[in-house]
């Protein structure tokens, strides 16, 4: 389908709330757990989603509105939660993120975009010329592509336990492809 | 990690509620979208779910307890939910998949199974002999193998929308090994 605002607001106000449900006082053995060496764990996502909050989408938003394609993105990155969220409980994580996401909502909504709006055009660092309206239908596949990811590295965490079904868990045939 | 009962039924008991959060309401552009001819929309996939509380899980957990492996399991029939939930609304269909659940982890914590009863192997018909701990812990790592296909499914239907940032986005890249 086409990028539609109203669509792509719709699945970014429900994220928060689907993670809290999934991960919210789950035991740390599911929450703590990564993939191996240098990868991350259902923790370290949410760490990088607000990361992404703070730093990336709605200034996005604005750097497009204000400067076109004059201006590239500064570049997002991607290691930043790991040293700002690593000493928090989860649940406080959790709550932050659901906090951020709301008010970056409230500011999209204020925004008032029209659809000639959302054809305007940004400059990424490395992609080149992107549209806002490209720019947040991102946001939510991003959300999804972390989504995505949290349920394999979950998954990952019975590849033994499951036994001879674990040839049956599409999940687990997963290669692992969910750089942010 | 090894297989653990508690973490089991605490992943098994959250799935309902993060199903909930992320699709209830959810525009049908999201709940009903597929990857394509004979592949499943979210909303086929929370009517699997519900034939899995309806047929699977429980009723070979009873049936390892009761015959061991002189019997085979029923073969799971993938394709009921189609016939069964085509004609309710997606609300519905969440919450049946959480009242069954519900009923289901009832049934299983008043069970009281003792670590020797994990140990207790029954029969599949195509995978051969299967313990009751890994069939337990297949029932969560199924949940979380429909909830990467769900998040896959959905971020597909922005596969075009989000222009050259397709290249970043892990879920776009992935193949689509979610069988059941």
Known sequence: M?????????????????LN???????EAWTLGTEGNSTWS????????????QT????????ILKFGDSRAFEPFDRQAQVRE????????????????????L??????????????????????????LSQLLATWAAHDLTHLHQISRVMAHQ????????????GVLQCAGHSAP
Chains 1, 2 share one sequence.
Do not use: C
């Open 158 to 169: 019975y590849r033994e336990a499951v036994g001879p079904w674990s040839a049956y868990l």
């Open 56 to 63: 990336d989408w709605m200034p996005r938003v604005r750097m």
């Open 21 to 27: 449900a999934l991960l919210g006082d789950l035991p």
């Open 106 to 131: 409230g500011d999209l909504r204020a925004l008032n975009l029209q659809p000639e709006d959302l054809e305007r055009r940004g400059r990424h660092p490395a992609l080149g010329a992107v549209t």
């Open 85 to 104: 969220s690593q000493d928090k409980p989860l649940r406080q994580l959790l709550d932050e993120f659901a906090r951020l996401r709301s008010a970056n």
């Open 2 to 18: 086409k990028h539609n605002l109203p669509h792509t607001i719709s699945l970014l106000t429900r994220t928060p709330a689907a």
């Open 42 to 53: 259902p923790f370290d996502i949410v760490g990088h989603l607000i990361h992404g909050e």
